[in-house]
């Protein structure tokens, strides 16, 4: 089973040429080596209703809307301004270690984070 890669902007002007020259779903799918559910998920989500490319599939409006919809979504943030607060505390009053605070913090039954996003954070 192949694993899921996101479509580029290549592939995505080859789906415009292949769409203009009158393939179909399917057979776009076959020349990509990719799913045909994830060409016409690619349609639906990318062809304008409206003005001057209605209805039609257009490879630089497709990359950036998909570009956009990724920088907008929810993204679950772990490391909120109190748990920075404990954990520096731990590290300066303390003298812990970023591996020691997050194990106590999982044992305690605390909200924690790995000890790599402490370092990232520090």
Do not use: C
């Amino acid at each position: 089973m192949q694993k899921f890669k996101q479509l580029n902007l290549s592939q995505r002007y080859q789906i415009e040429a292949l769409l203009k020259a009158g393939h179909t779903q399917s057979a776009i799918a076959d020349l990509l080596n990719v799913h045909k559910s994830t060409i016409s998920r690619e349609l639906s989500r990318n062809v304008a209703l409206r003005g001057r490319t209605a209805r039609r599939y257009v490879a630089e409006n497709a990359q950036r809307k998909t570009r956009l919809r990724h920088q907008e979504k929810f993204k679950h943030i772990k490391l909120t301004v109190d748990l920075k607060l404990q954990i520096s505390n731990y590290m300066v009053y303390d003298k812990w270690s970023p591996e020691l605070i997050s194990e106590t913090l999982k044992a305690q039954g605390k909200p924690s984070v790995s000890h790599e996003t402490i370092y990232q954070w520090i």
